[in-house]
Structure formats: structure tokens, C-alpha cells
């Protein structure tokens, strides 16, 4: 691992996949439809991570009120790439006239401790969202009892069985401008 800010993700040749955590309605909502319907909001940013285990922290393993359920959002590169082509560092000036947002917060481990890396955070504004959910996104699965599976062996010590259980999230190639845009090492 070379970088602090280097985007890990689970990606193949022309996908990209991405965590979200829902409430239960938009969940199977969109599971039922396989694609993001009402009523999930296409009036307001939703976030996408690319690291799995960043989710679990912010979503206490999906027990927090009104993200009880996780979804890996499957997503073409070239949609992607152009979020991050628009995306503007939460900490620019410039933040409020942007379509897209980036963060960078610290990586968790499997046990929620910080981590000396950071993993990204994308904001998808709402002047895109409907580009997102209806032409970016190529496939949704509910991993909520991957991960409810996951945090029992962690809570009872059994983290090396826990890991085998996680996907492998490995440095996404990132042309060197893009990288600049959005803060990457």
C-alpha cells in the first residue's frame, strides 16, 4: 500500500462496486425493481464507498436506525470516473457549486479502529442522480446477512474467519490528473 488517499475498491475491467447503506423500504424496493425506485430520493445526494468496511463503521454493521440494510451498488467505471471527473474536495471553495463531492476519511478496521489510510467517501448531487441510479448502476445485492454474518464472528473473536468473509478491495487505477482532482496519492 503505497498511498494514504488511494481509492481500494472491488472492480473488474468495467465495473466498480460501491456500498450504501438504506432503510428497509428503499432497499427492497430497489432489490424488487433491480434499480433505485421510489423511494429512494432522486432529490438529494446520496453517497457512495467504495471500502465496505468504512460502511460498517458508519453503519454500526447495519444496525443503525435507517441504514438496517447494505447494498453492493454495481457500477459501470465510465460512470465512475466521470462522478470523479466532477467531484470537488469537501474542503474547496468551491464545494457549493459542485455536482459532486469527495471526501477522504480514515479506513477502518474490522474492529471500527481508525487506520493510518484513508478511504473515499463520493457525494452524487442531485443534478446527477438520476444519470446514476438509471444508467450507472448495473447491478444491486443485498449484502445485509453477509454482514450481520461478519459482525458476529468479529464480536466473538473470530476475525480471521470474519476477513475471509469480506470482499477484496484492491488500489483502482486512476489517470494522474484525476487523482490530483479529487486529492489521491
Do not use: C
Not at 118 to 145: H, K, M, N
Not at 152 to 160: C, F, H, I, P, S
Amino acid at each position: 500500500m503505497t498511498g494514504q488517499r488511494q481509492i481500494r475498491a472491488d472492480f473488474d475491467a468495467s465495473t466498480i462496486v460501491v456500498y450504501q447503506a438504506y432503510p428497509r423500504a428503499i432497499a427492497d424496493a430497489a432489490l424488487a425493481a433491480g434499480r433505485f425506485v421510489a423511494p429512494f430520493s432522486f432529490g438529494r445526494m446520496t453517497w457512495i464507498k467504495p471500502s465496505l468496511l468504512w460502511l460498517m463503521h458508519r453503519s454500526n454493521w447495519a444496525r443503525k436506525a435507517g441504514q438496517e440494510r447494505i447494498l453492493a451498488v454495481r457500477i459501470s467505471r465510465a460512470g465512475w470516473e466521470r462522478a470523479l471527473a466532477e467531484a470537488v474536495l469537501t474542503s474547496d471553495p468551491e464545494l457549493a457549486r459542485a455536482r459532486v463531492h469527495v471526501q477522504w476519511d480514515p479506513e477502518r478496521s474490522l474492529r471500527g479502529a481508525a487506520l493510518n489510510h484513508y478511504s473515499i467517501q463520493v457525494g452524487v448531487g442531485r443534478e446527477l442522480i438520476r444519470r446514476y441510479a438509471e444508467e450507472w448502476v448495473t447491478g444491486l445485492t443485498d449484502l445485509t446477512p453477509a454482514v450481520h454474518k461478519i459482525a458476529v464472528l468479529v464480536r466473538g473473536g473470530r476475525t480471521a474467519e470474519a476477513q475471509r468473509l469480506l470482499p477484496v478491495e484492491r488500489p483502482f487505477p486512476l489517470e494522474p490528473a484525476l487523482a490530483r482532482r479529487i486529492g489521491a496519492d
